[in-house]
């Protein structure tokens, strides 16, 4: 077999272009690309080996910056009763239409409800008000890695479905100034992970009133620009005051022997990014991931045949075996698959790098490296091949969040009038940035008219004089956008 295997004939078929239909090329994505695939129950989903992988790569990443911000891993019941639950009115209140609810056990019915968690507020300040006596046990800091279950309408694999996979931090303080600072705290961290891990550039800033969490005194979230132009909340941290500890009964005696309520805060995470990652960097080949969170960071595929064969899948070996001592990489050498179907898979699949060798590279002591972010190629000493590729990925990584970066400053339009607005909701070009009133009457005018929404009024505010929704004073900045 020739080195011009290395052609693009045999191009993937598989996934409809984004182009024409961006809701099929995501569902195709998600299939072929081996990610997922769809459960008996309505809006459940099986995470296949690979997608799960992904899911690993990113909760290494949070797990460890939620290390080095203090907080620690427990894990607390799927089961929440339901007189813990209606516990903090407005929560359940915004929860109730999702609740799905256990009412027998084996061959009995329950005396009581019990709520499989959609979120874990209630079950987890019950437990802080027995574990709070003191300012001593302040501030108390704790993840969870875990499931919940929203029993939603509309589904999407990873994007909103019955069942997913997140972590859920919940932390409480003696003052509500530290509760307000970890707040802000992990939301810097949601970002910086984002970006730096995903490179996924996104909005920071506080939701509205009429989007916050059920419960909270403030609700502020991190808000990118998937690749049809829609809006997607990637993460969320909540400021409760003592909202929660009054409703559970966090209570400890302070310095001065007085007893005082405990300010609570929670923010979570789930494996709805991981639709962002296909979303912000795919392509019509299918998946692109960022090297950080691949399963596989380098693929080395070897063009053997006739008497060459044996020493090409030698030295692909050997580099195989040199190169995973840094990095994470599988060598493909299924002699049932020509070279280019390989390549075909390997490219739907995101594999950030390929590495191809073939007679003619083996004789000049080369490899061929190429990269699936631009599909460029670049001929490369074996003796100088591991500085190259460790090169090549760190710019794949840089180069990613430098287009998504790009693609999201060209979708953001500051406007001042309505028309404007309308004409980029409309034909969902993107984030509208512009002056609101502060009247959710407005905000949900503009919904109804548009299907656009406010995702958050950014934290970093430029100034503005009139709502662009209804032309009265405005009292913020505020972010725009159809989403998901």
């Known amino acids: 077999m020739a080195d011009g295997e290395r ?21 195709d994505t998600v299939t072929k690309a081996d990610l997922a695939d769809y459960g008996p129950v309505k809006g459940s989903m099986v995470l296949k080996p690979y997608g799960y992988a992904i899911w690993e790569a990113i909760q290494a990443g949070l797990d460890r910056r939620f290390r080095e911000t203090g907080h620690r891993n427990a894990y607390f019941p799927l089961l929440i009763p ?28 329950l005396s009581e409800r019990l709520a499989i968690r959609p979120t874990s507020e209630a079950i987890i300040m019950t437990m802080y008000a027995r574990w709070v006596e003191s300012y001593r046990d302040l501030p108390l800091l704790i993840n969870q890695w875990c499931n919940v279950l929203r029993w939603e309408k509309v589904t999407r694999p990873f994007l909103r479905g019955a069942e997913f996979l997140w972590q859920e931090g919940h932390t409480a303080h003696a003052t509500g100034d530290e509760a307000q600072e970890e707040t802000m705290r992990m939301l810097d961290v949601y970002e910086e992970f984002l970006c730096t891990d995903l490179a996924i550039p996104s909005v920071k800033g506080r939701k509205t009133e009429s989007e916050k969490f059920p419960g909270a005194v403030a609700t502020y979230s991190v808000e990118a620009m998937m690749g049809d132009n829609r809006a997607l909340q990637t993460g969320t941290s909540h400021y409760f005051g003592t909202r929660f500890a009054e409703a559970f009964g966090i209570r400890y005696l302070n310095r001065d022997g007085e007893l005082k309520l405990a300010s609570t805060t929670s923010w979570g995470m789930s494996f709805r990014v991981i639709g962002a990652l296909i979303m912000v960097h795919g392509d019509e080949r299918g998946l692109v991931l960022p090297p950080r969170v691949a399963p596989t960071e380098v693929v080395i595929v070897p063009i053997a045949s006739g008497e ?3 020493d090409v899948i030698a030295e692909a070996r050997r580099l195989a075996s040199e190169l995973s001592g840094a990095h994470r990489v ?4 299924r002699a049932e698959f020509t070279p280019g179907w390989k390549y075909n898979e390997w490219e739907m699949r995101g594999v950030p790098l390929r590495i191809e060798i073939g007679p003619r590279d083996l004789k000049e002591k080369k ?29 794949i990584q840089a180069n990613l969040l430098r287009k998504a970066s790009a693609s999201l400053a060209e979708r953001t339009f500051r406007v001042k009038h309505r028309s404007e607005m309308n004409a980029v909701l409309t034909e969902r070009r993107g984030f509208v940035r512009g002056g609101w009133c ?47």
């Open 367 to 395: 490899a061929v490296l190429v990269r699936r972010d631009d599909r460029t190629k670049a001929a490369v000493s074996l003796d100088g091949i591991g500085p190259a590729v460790a090169a090549a990925l760190s710019d």
């Open 308 to 310: 060459t064969a044996q």
């Open 7 to 27: 052609s693009r004939e045999g191009f993937v078929r598989e996934i409809t272009d984004p182009d024409e239909d961006y809701s099929r090329w995501y569902q």
């Open 438 to 484: 502060g009247e959710a009457s407005c905000e949900r005018e503009v919904k109804e008219a548009t299907g656009g929404t406010i995702r958050n009024l950014p934290l970093d505010q430029h100034d503005v004089s009139i709502c662009v929704a209804c032309g009265k004073k405005a009292t913020a900045e505020a972010v725009w956008g159809r989403a998901y």
């Open 330 to 333: 599988h060598l493909d050498d």
């Open 82 to 109: 339901e007189s813990l639950l209606t516990k903090e009115s407005e929560h359940v209140q915004g929860f109730a239409p999702e609740v799905a609810w256990v009412t027998q056990g084996g061959q009995e019915a």
